[in-house]
């Protein structure tokens, strides 16, 4: 669908509630006419769908909302009164206003200027009547009768005059409004169905269930004989419903973007700058569970920019830019990834600023620091506690954020980066998956076990023999590509009892010991944070999608294992977490540099 027909649709539902919604406030203001919350929310809903309806390009809603808005205005401000014939009339003009919206679906002809022109008469009288009523600064109390009685009198036919249009203003549209009274209000139901999360996440589950059942029975009947149409058409139908499902929950990543105005602008004025935000790419879709999860992770990244990345004004025109800072955010899909990029025209980070206080702080050993990467670098910014800033502001210089932005995304199987340029900006770039609810993994077995790995972290799959691998102190490392990178064989991370095991000398080569002569070896190539490792498995088996479940405690605490999934054939598969493997492998908690495997 278009986007175009999507903000439309949006529109209609919203306004379509608006109309039932000043039906029922009418309805309640008439009974009590000093109902003074009615009076604000009507005032509140007609300019909103007046704002919407110009946006859209609905003249015709938005004049006559504008009326009724301006009309309202006069209420709230004491200058104009209600009584029954206005309230015919604001009946009426609803009536029309719910028929306007009808016609934006139908594309039927709606007269709207009779009952439009009627209302402005009789705006224009009470504005007039109460200028009149203003002008005069003396009441006449001894005057004789007679003028008092044509005073009051002349008061009377004013005030009738404010709800009553006159033959000048009805026009030829008086036939119209007549219709309109004889065919009364008409009930209007929305194409949309406002649905909570919570029953789509249900939903997505019984889906997935449904999966896990089709994917069984089609592995019967393959062992039986053979696949046929009817199971085909099974399989294009169960995904079909599964992807429906899973676009349901997508959201434009503008629903978020667009709350960041303010964010920006408070983050600003508590640092005494100034600056502008930027957004890109806010028609791209993600998973609302994705966004939600990130939604605090970006405002730390915004103030961040802010906090850390803009100079102060009187700098920035030193300098040579504008006096007003940039901070973009940028969203794209590529297949089955969304990345969200927060950059800023600022300072800049200087690497070797960051090197040194790596240093000081024992992240970076200082026989390693003359060839360690600029990338290896800029990760010691995700260690908890460490910080870049000089002087402690509310929003910098604490040592908290970035290392729970980089946990946040892990969680949800994405990546973090960061590209950096002194004096000219950085920009943190974001690595997410569209959707939380299926993943593409690679199935393989260990020790006649199935189990998977999330495609978003296979680098390759190779075919290797045993000569190629090579024994150091830390463990077994070979080239792939032409660069040396680790090998593991998970057997012996599996048989461990605590992860502390890896700092033993020789506990990540015992089954490359077992192996007599020079078979070839599987191996998975796995990447996190620009490191490379490769996974020794017994057998590769298929590319496939699964519905991953959370494990239930106590085994969620297992390092090595995200989640599980059901095969087809009836059998569990855990997830292995690559994070959390490679982080124990370089003896990192979660986050931070890999020093070790430059040795």
């Known amino acids: 669908?278009?986007?175009?027909?999507?903000?439309?649709?949006?529109?209609?539902?919203?306004?379509e509630e608006s109309y039932e919604e000043l039906n029922r406030l009418f309805t309640e203001l008439e009974k009590n006419n000093q109902n003074r919350s009615a009076i604000d929310a009507i005032f509140r809903i007609t300019h909103t769908l007046k704002g919407n309806?110009?946006?859209?390009?609905?003249?015709?809603?938005?004049?006559?909302?504008?009326?009724?808005?301006?009309?309202?205005?006069?209420?709230?401000?004491?200058?104009?009164?209600?009584?029954?014939?206005?309230f015919q009339s604001l009946f009426r003009a609803n009536d029309v206003l719910g028929e306007l919206i009808q016609a934006v679906k139908t594309g039927a002809t709606v007269r709207y200027k009779g009952i439009r022109t009627k209302l402005q008469v009789a705006l224009r009288k009470a504005k007039a009547y109460y200028e009149t009523q203003n002008e005069s600064t003396?009441?006449?109390?001894?005057?004789?009768?007679?003028?008092?009685?044509?005073?009051?009198?002349?008061?009377?036919?004013?005030?009738?005059?404010?709800?009553?249009?006159?033959?000048?203003?009805?026009?030829?549209?008086?036939?119209?409004?007549?219709?309109?009274?004889?065919?009364?209000?008409?009930?209007?139901?929305?194409?949309?169905?406002?649905?909570?999360?919570?029953?789509?996440?249900?939903?997505?589950?019984?889906?997935?269930?449904?999966?896990?059942?089709?994917?069984?029975?089609?592995?019967?009947?393959?062992?039986?004989?053979?696949?046929?149409?009817?199971?085909?058409?099974?399989?294009?139908?169960?995904?079909?419903?599964?992807?429906?499902?899973?676009?349901?929950?997508?959201?434009?990543?503008?629903?978020?973007?667009?709350?960041?105005?303010?964010?920006?602008?408070?983050?600003?004025?508590?640092?005494?700058?100034?600056?502008?935000?930027?957004?890109?790419g806010t028609e791209s879709e993600i998973d609302r569970n994705v966004l939600k999860t990130m939604s605090d992770s970006l405002v730390h990244l915004v103030r961040n920019s802010v906090g850390h990345g803009i100079e102060p004004p009187e700098e920035r025109l030193k300098l040579g830019k504008p006096e007003r800072g940039v901070v973009t955010l940028r969203a794209r899909n590529e297949k089955d990834t969304v990345y969200i990029e927060i950059s800023d025209d600022g300072y800049g980070i200087?690497?070797?600023?960051?090197?040194?206080?790596?240093?000081?702080?024992?992240?970076?050993?200082?026989?390693?620091?003359?060839?360690?990467?600029?990338?290896?670098?800029?990760?010691?910014?995700?260690?908890?506690?460490?910080?870049?800033?000089?002087?402690?502001?509310?929003?910098?210089?604490?040592?908290?954020?970035?290392?729970v932005v980089r946990m946040a995304v892990e969680s949800i199987g994405g990546k973090i980066s960061i590209e950096t340029e002194l004096g000219k900006g950085t920009t943190f770039i974001l690595g997410l998956p569209s959707s939380m609810a299926v993943k593409?993994?690679?199935?393989?077995?260990?020790?006649?076990?199935?189990?998977?790995?999330?495609?978003?972290?296979?680098?390759?799959?190779?075919?290797?023999?045993?000569?190629?691998?090579?024994?150091?102190?830390?463990?077994?490392?070979?080239?792939?590509?032409?660069?040396?990178?680790?090998?593991?064989?998970?057997?012996?991370?599996?048989?461990?009892?605590?992860?502390?095991?890896i700092e033993e000398k020789g506990s990540l080569y015992k089954r490359f010991d077992e192996i007599e002569g020079n078979p070839n070896l599987d191996i998975v190539i796995v990447s996190y944070n620009h490191r490379m490792v490769g996974l020794v498995v017994d057998k590769l088996m298929q590319q496939k999608e699964i519905v991953e479940k959370k494990l239930p405690p106590p085994i969620d605490k297992v390092a090595l294992f995200s989640g599980v999934t059901i095969l087809g054939t009836g059998r569990m598969c855990l997830v292995l977490d690559i994070v959390s493997i490679l982080s124990h492998l370089f003896r990192e908690k979660r986050i931070g540099t890999n020093i070790a495997a430059l040795g």
């Open 350 to 403: 200087n690497v070797d600023k960051i090197k040194q206080k790596a240093i000081k702080k024992g992240l970076i050993p200082k026989e390693y620091a003359p060839i360690i990467s600029k990338e290896e670098i800029l990760l010691c910014l995700f260690e908890p506690g460490f910080s870049n800033a000089e002087v402690v502001t509310e929003i910098s210089g604490r040592g908290v954020g970035l290392d």
């Open 138 to 280: 003396t009441v006449q109390t001894t005057e004789n009768k007679e003028e008092s009685n044509t005073e009051e009198q002349t008061n009377t036919e004013n005030s009738t005059a404010v709800i009553g249009a006159t033959e000048e203003g009805e026009g030829d549209d008086e036939d119209e409004s007549d219709e309109l009274e004889q065919t009364g209000h008409k009930i209007i139901l929305s194409d949309m169905v406002q649905v909570p999360v919570r029953k789509l996440d249900e939903l997505l589950n019984i889906v997935g269930e449904l999966i896990i059942e089709k994917d069984t029975l089609i592995a019967q009947r393959l062992e039986e004989k053979g696949i046929n149409s009817d199971l085909a058409r099974l399989h294009r139908l169960t995904s079909d419903l599964q992807y429906s499902v899973m676009d349901v929950r997508l959201v434009q990543v503008g629903f978020l973007f667009n709350k960041f105005h303010r964010v920006l602008r408070d983050a600003a004025v508590i640092e005494n700058k100034k600056a502008d935000l930027v957004l890109e």
């Open 53 to 86: 309806a110009m946006g859209m390009g609905f003249d015709a809603i938005a004049e006559l909302s504008h009326v009724m808005e301006d009309i309202f205005n006069e209420v709230k401000l004491g200058r104009m009164s209600l009584d029954s014939m206005l």
């Open 440 to 501: 593409a993994a690679l199935l393989f077995q260990l020790n006649q076990q199935e189990f998977a790995i999330a495609l978003a972290y296979t680098e390759a799959v190779i075919s290797m023999p045993k000569n190629e691998i090579h024994k150091i102190n830390t463990g077994l490392i070979s080239t792939y590509l032409g660069k040396t990178i680790s090998i593991v064989f998970l057997q012996d991370l599996f048989e461990m009892e605590t992860m502390k095991e």
């Open 1 to 15: 669908m278009a986007k175009e027909e999507e903000y439309k649709e949006m529109f209609l539902a919203e306004a």
